[in-house]
């Protein structure tokens, strides 16, 4: 299957993966609604901060004292920009045998789940998820360490995800 430019010729792998023909997998990047949730969550809670920080001293001790509501607001426009860096940050890909799972902006961190090794694979979506339209695909393996969760996906993705998962854990246990 080619991608209809010259540079990205790309390639269906075993199991329908799609790989470059490189042998680069195919990242996908998380939906634009995990990046909304969390800036709202970040304004409302250092809103309310900023508004408790600055109005009580305010009001109880002097105009002056209100200052006490930039830091605050500062941290809210720095949160602002790294909530957006660490967004895009996270992204995960589906190959013949593992799944790759690829987060970190100071940190890279990438974790391989073996399909052979899962032994549950789980979707969860809490109420401010659900407002959202979102939900997270938690991996679990034998060993705690490479537990993995791949947060904010649309829930259609995230049931295909766990479905797909399932089904190649079972396949590729069977041997043992």
Known sequence: MDTGSPQNTWLVGPQGTVEAAGGEPEWIALPPGLLRMRRLLLVVWLGLIAL?????PGLLA???WAAFALPPLA???WGWVMTERNWRSWRYAE??????ISR????????????GRM????VTSG????HFGLASVQLHTAAAATDATIPGLDPAE?????????????ARSAGL
């Open 52 to 56: 408790a920080a600055g109005l009580l």
């Open 62 to 64: 002097g105009p002056a």
């Open 75 to 77: 941290l809210m426009a």
């Open 95 to 100: 190959r013949a045998d593992d799944l790759l």
């Open 104 to 115: 970190g902006v100071l940190w890279r961190e990438e974790t391989v789940v073996p399909y």
């Open 119 to 122: 032994q549950l694979v789980e």
């Open 127 to 130: 109420p401010v998820e659900r």
């Open 158 to 170: 995230a049931e295909r995800l766990r479905d797909r998962l399932t089904e190649l854990g079972e």
